[in-house]
């Protein structure tokens, strides 16, 4: 695959930054995941998981395979909210697993960070709460547990996939 096919692949233009690509890459992983989860012919499977294996590979090529890479500081608002859950005593961050790479799903705004919290709770997860954290916090926590990290826009329509997980990983935010 070359960088042209990637950009392609996931609709951008040349020239787009990381950031972008970031944001197509979890909204392409999210109708890839969603489409698997209500799977009703089994002879789809194929073509599907060969789709996101394509999506895996424009991630590698464009954004250097390396998940601490795509953490700059400067792509992300100095604040940013992520969700937590809560199960038992164990409180736990979410993510979404993109091929073998959890992703700490993020926001820059209330309004949608909410919205996503209460769409988990309707799929069966314990509804997770919002905590706003320095990104740097964030991006250093991520770089030290191997996760990557996204940031949901603003202005981005984006839903759970059907299929989550009801796993919570052991996880104390960081303590301003």
Known sequence: MTEAEALHLLQLD??????????????EYQRLTAALSQLDDERQRPLLEAQLKRL?????????????????????????????C?????????TQRLGSQDIVVCFDQEFAARKYAQQLGKKGLPKPSLEWFDS???LEFCRDNGYGLTLIPSDAAVAPPDAVADTLEAWRPPHS
């Open 86 to 94: 809560r199960q038992g005593s164990q409180e736990g961050i979410y």
């Open 136 to 138: 740097r916090e964030i």
């Open 56 to 84: 895996i590979q424009a991630r590698d090529l464009l954004l250097g395979g390396e998940s601490q890479a795509l953490l700059n500081p400067a792509d992300f608002p100095p604040q940013i909210a992520v969700l937590l």
């Open 14 to 27: 040349a020239g787009a930054s990381p950031k972008q690509v970031r944001s197509r890459l979890f909204q």
